[in-house]
């Protein structure tokens, strides 16, 4: 295995950089070459990717490409789908991927194929339970985030009449007026925890039980199931009906498995498995597409390049579809969970930066909040625009206005306007006393800020699947670039061991040892 830093087109990329990367125009790159669209934009199952908009260049593009020969990504991606122990720092495989094939096709699947044939026949069976009006799903991050992200992406498959809810937060504000709203008769609580010791989790699961039994409920085993690796843990809470998976299913990487379970009760067994066609289709391109046309790693080595080389911090992410709303949210644990390291998989210190800040809502809400930075802020941050034809509305005029905003806005951070473009406008007369060069300068945009746009035919579950996917290999392949191990995630136990002291000392208001600071909050707090 080969770091990113140590190969000789790392160097390369560097000269390339300083040479003319740093410089590179898109709006001069599009004039010269009217190929250019043609070049840079890419089918991959289900998606379209337009990546033209990105500071590229053919030359910038042989190089990336070079590094991940050079790395070994090809190797390494194979060894993470034959189930070789690529989560060093936990000994564990890594085979979400093994989770979306067929019958037969990766390892463990008649494990696999087991679990998902009675997570579905039982997700058919709720749904089939007219009594069951309200599903509630318990856990947190990769036990919470996905099915939330999904359900609202795929609401068009829902059923009517049944109404899915998330819960997640230790903050009682979250579960308590959810209950306050529900009929424990009509009730089915799942608990989601890898583990099945997360304290939020376990937490919440208590409170609900607690509010069951106080409901006059007595029937845990009907109105209480979990999804675990933990079947042990959940049988002592008094679960009967368990769904496991494997420790080789990492919690971020989790929903095609029975964490899934919300998803399949929401959008059913056919649609359920069309999901996880979609995602498989993208293993393959991803596993077996020359890495010129692979479009996992080509987004996972622009990403390289703008974190690496422009020093891009962040990249903005916006749906222009309302059911992904939640993605943001979801590509956060996803990306800086996986790749927020510090350290190589030999323990060293990495002299470069890795994983960006990933956020963004919606569009078009985005546009009437943060865009303002994004287009005429200081700092350069790529935008990943997303863009759905068809819609599952029939508001044909909204929803091309809808794709209108999001060409605009892609077409806006390219393009930007020189003062002497603004000053050749009619000023706003609300400008008086400001003289007409100054107020071009504040009108006027620096343009050539990059962005890319995924174009999907409409928001289906085999869509969903394939772009989930993507970004999880996307994620993988600067993972592997940048040395480090993306599966762990060790940087959230600190915390929470921290979080078990404190606990006591806030009934007891001891603050013995404590840093000031922490003492005298927690004085504050528990007073
Ligand atoms: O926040 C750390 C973490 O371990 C995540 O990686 C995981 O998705 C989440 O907590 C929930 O863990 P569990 O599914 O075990 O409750």
Known sequence: ??????????????????????????????????????????????????????????????????????????????????????????????????????????????????????????????????????????????????????????????????????????????IAPLLARLDARKTLFIVASKTFTTQETMANAQAARDWFFAQGGTDVARHFSATTTNVKAAAAFGITTTFGFWDWVGGRYSLWSAIGLPIAIAIGEANFRDFLTGAHAMDRHFAETPLAKNLPVLLGLLDIWYRNFHGFTSRSVAPYHQGLKRLPAYLQQLEMESNGKRVDIDGRALPFATSPVVWGEPGTN????????????????????????????????????????????????????????????????AAAGLAPTVLAQHRSFPGNRPSTTLVLEALTPRSLGALIALYEHRVYTSGALWGINSFDQWGVELGKALCDQLLPRLSSGDTTGLDASTAGLLARLSA
């Open 366 to 429: 985005g546009q009437h909040a943060y865009f303002q930075m994004l287009h005429q802020g200081t700092d350069v941050i790529p935008v990943e625009f997303i863009a759905v034809k068809t819609p599952a509305h029939k508001l044909v005029d909204q929803h091309r206005k809808l794709l209108a905003n999001c060409l605009a806005q892609s077409q806006a951070l390219m393009r930007g306007k020189t003062a002497d473009q603004a000053a050749a406008e009619t000023a706003p007369t």
């Open 1 to 174: 295995m080969i770091r990113c830093d140590h190969t000789g087109a790392w160097a390369a990329l560097h000269g390339h950089y300083a040479a003319q990367g740093r410089d590179f125009d898109l709006r001069e790159a599009f004039a010269i070459d009217p190929a250019r669209f043609a070049a840079l934009s890419f089918e991959a199952p289900e998606v379209f990717a337009d990546l033209s908009k990105n500071l590229v260049d053919a030359t910038t593009l042989r190089l990336l490409l070079q590094l991940a020969a050079e790395c070994g990504l090809p190797e390494r991606r194979d060894a993470m789908l034959r189930g070789e122990l690529v989560n060093a720092t936990e000994g564990r495989a890594v085979l979400h991927t093994a989770l979306r094939a067929p019958r037969g096709a990766a390892p463990f699947s008649d494990e696999v194929h087991a679990v998902l044939d009675a997570m579905l026949a039982y997700a058919e069976q709720v749904r089939g339970d007219a009594q069951f009006t309200d599903i509630v799903n318990i856990g947190i991050g990769g036990s919470d985030l996905g099915p939330q992200m999904v359900v609202p992406a795929l609401d068009a498959c829902g059923t009517p009449g049944r109404r899915l809810h998330f819960v997640s937060n230790v903050d009682g504000h979250d």
